[in-house]
């Protein structure tokens, strides 16, 4: 409770917002039935469009990877101050987006019947199969963090300056724009943000609190974001090639995205107040993140929601409509993670000391399994 009372209710409500993006995004009719049937009521929103909601509808999908980065940055910001790796934080998360994907699995089957065997593996091994990105790539730069410091605190201000340089021109201009090359992932795209915000907070102290400097950067990044997409849409409709663009640009390393993610924590870091329940539902994000964002929903509810909405209501207003649905979809999440918080969580939290006394049982096994194979091949070798 001590915890949540130290919190800057700026920097909590500004990851609500970041969490709703999130939910926005996939609160559009751009999902198919199984993940490939187009039903009725689908929209390609990876491709430029003359109609206007529909071009709304892609902003807001651009919007996810907003949200996406705002999460990244303040995370980043105290990570930086961290040399330490909780084994339970570690295990309660992927404990947590097992349970939940298995209710998930569990109720669908029971619902829908037999579902393909692809969704049943991923949703067991959701970490492992990428079922929840986001989740698999925090988990993994939040293991790696401390070497990531280490190197961090032996570059020189110049040294690391050329490496975000370096970093920025390979990821954030050619990557970018060529569709992830370089070897771009999602994790590749967390650390890249790693080396930025390490930068900013380490020698750019005062511009980083320099409140006209923010709202600046936020308002150019801002406008920049819009009408790249606007600019890139208008485009795609009189050249055939950079249509596909439109959908080829949604990621968070978007060098817009990341001025405008940047700015806007450090306006929220400047404004410091507390609310008790601001903090409390900002500290469901990630379980409101899984629980909003299941596959099998994606391809089995959502489909079949926006094809009703599509016959009965049709699509006049489909983008106020998206909006309502993401509210909806927001206030169940957080009703539904607050109370698995207070019964589940509770019980995963009990399970979580042995599952890491069984992992450092089971790790030092092999070590010394492996330990005592060197030996072995060491006194053969000595023999001959």
Known sequence: MKERKQRNSSIELMKIIALFLVVLCHSLPLYK???????????????????????????FSH?????????????????????????????????????ISVIYLVIFSVIHGKLPITFIV??????????????????????????LNIIIKNLEKKQLFIADIC???????????????????????FIVYYFFVAYVKLYLPKLSSDKKVN???????????????VGINCLGGHFSFVSRMVGDIERFINPFIVGLSISTFNL???????????????????LVFVISNNNIICSFVKPIL???????????????????IAIATMVISVIIALVYMKTIQRLVNLCVPKIINICIFLSKKIY??????ENNSRGGTDLM
């Open 167 to 189: 970093m920025f021109f390979l990821y954030c201009v050619v990557s970018f724009a060529l569709d992830g090359k370089y070897y771009y992932s999602h994790l590749i795209g």
């Open 33 to 59: 039935l199984g993940g490939s049937t187009e039903l009725d009521g689908f929209l390609n929103l990876r491709q430029s469009t003359s109609n206007l909601q529909q071009l709304v509808l892609i902003i």
């Open 306 to 324: 926006f094809k009703n909405i599509y016959v009965y209501v049709s699509y006049n207003y489909i983008a106020a409509i998206c909006v309502l």
């Open 368 to 373: 010394s399994y492996i330990v005592s194979i």
């Open 268 to 286: 929220c870091r400047l404004k410091i107040w507390r609310s008790e329940k601001i903090n409390i539902i900002s500290s469901t994000s990630l």
């Open 215 to 229: 709202l600046k950067v936020f308002a150019v990044s801002l406008c920049g974001f819009i009408l790249m997409i």
């Open 63 to 99: 919007l996810g990877q907003v949200g996406n980065a705002l999460f990244i940055v303040p995370s980043v910001y105290y990570l930086l101050d961290s040399n330490e790796v909780k084994k339970n934080k570690i295990i309660q998360y992927i404990m947590d987006t097992l349970i």
């Open 122 to 147: 991923s949703s067991l091994l959701p970490i492992t199969f990428n079922f929840y990105w986001f989740i698999t790539c925090y988990i993994l730069l939040y293991a790696i963090h401390p070497w």
